[in-house]
């Protein structure tokens, strides 16, 4: 029965409804017309669902797609962050840093030779005005 109940109010807050939630808890125990201090992590939960509305919109990521676990996010910064810049020895300035993960996040996600397209081309424009040249223009030996 508890997990049931539980259950009911977890599947309220991912359809969007944190603040009715909230609102329950707090209704519930003055139903049961709890003390002061039986009353008080109920009260406690209820705080942390208002005051986190905002980060509890799980019905608009997964809208979205978006993960909403935080293992999902954990891992793909670890992947896309950690592998990569945290190398022993490895002196990373913010720019430099910054430029790397730009870069390993194009690779990642498969971007990146469309990236180097758009960059090789607004690169030639910038210092030769007039047509691009051709891309796929066959290399001399």
């Not at 359809?15 to 125990?29: F, K, N, P, Q, T």
């Not at 954990?74 to 790397?100: P, S």
């Not at 090789?120 to 001399?140: K, N, S, W």
Request: with cysteine; charged share 30%; glycine share 8%.
């Amino acid at each position: 029965e508890r997990e049931q109940w539980v259950m009911e109010r977890a599947m309220a807050i991912l359809e969007g409804r944190a603040h009715d939630v909230a609102v329950g808890l707090r209704r519930a125990a003055t139903r049961k017309q709890l003390g002061e201090t039986a009353r008080k992590p109920i009260d406690k939960a209820a705080d942390y669902i208002d005051n986190n509305r905002e980060r509890l919109e799980y019905d608009q990521a997964l809208a979205l797609g978006l993960p909403i676990a935080t293992g999902v996010i954990e891992g793909a910064c670890r992947h896309l962050v950690k592998d990569r810049m945290d190398l022993t020895g490895a002196r990373w300035g913010l720019a430099r840093a910054e430029a790397i993960l730009k870069l390993r996040s194009l690779k990642i996600s498969g971007d990146l030779p469309a990236y180097l397209a758009f960059h090789f081309d607004a690169e030639h424009r910038r210092h030769y005005p007039g047509p691009p040249i051709p891309l796929d223009l066959p290399v001399a030996a």
